[in-house]
């Protein structure tokens, strides 16, 4: 089993800022990747940037140049910073990862538990 735990989320004016962790732990073989999706209320969950094992990235159009995705592979950890926050930004967000696992050496998906972002002044 592979559990992922989030921390950050939280309320923010315009233009402030956050920063998103999520720690991958549990019978972990390989990550090919990692990433962060939103939900809205109301909405269908979108992707918000992802990251492969290689360090190449992929952002939402509506993220680039505001949000950052990095990871650290030593600590199976992803990082999302995102800065000039907006109200349309507020969300759950959730972490992702793509895990090949040691109980069987195959991949599977894995969600975190979300963590809100409120963006409001």
């Known amino acids: 089993q592979v559990q992922l735990v989030e921390s950050g989320g939280g309320f923010v004016q315009p233009g402030g800022t956050l920063k998103l962790s999520c720690a991958a732990a549990?019978?972990?073989?390989?990550?090919?990747?990692m990433g962060w999706y939103r939900q809205a209320p109301g909405k269908e969950r979108e992707l918000v940037a992802s990251?492969?094992?290689?360090?190449?990235?992929n952002y939402a159009d509506s993220v680039k140049g505001r949000f950052t995705i990095s990871r650290d592979n030593a600590k199976n950890t992803v990082y999302l910073q995102m800065n000039v926050l907006k109200p349309e930004d507020t969300a759950v967000y959730y972490c992702?990862?793509?895990?090949?696992?040691?109980?069987?050496?195959?991949?599977?998906?894995?969600w975190g538990q979300g963590t809100q972002v409120t963006v409001s002044s």
């Open positions: 990251i492969n094992s290689g360090g190449s990235t």
């Open positions: 549990g019978s972990i073989f390989s990550i090919r990747s």
């Open positions: 992702n990862a793509v895990v090949r696992t040691t109980i069987s050496y195959a991949e599977f998906q894995y």
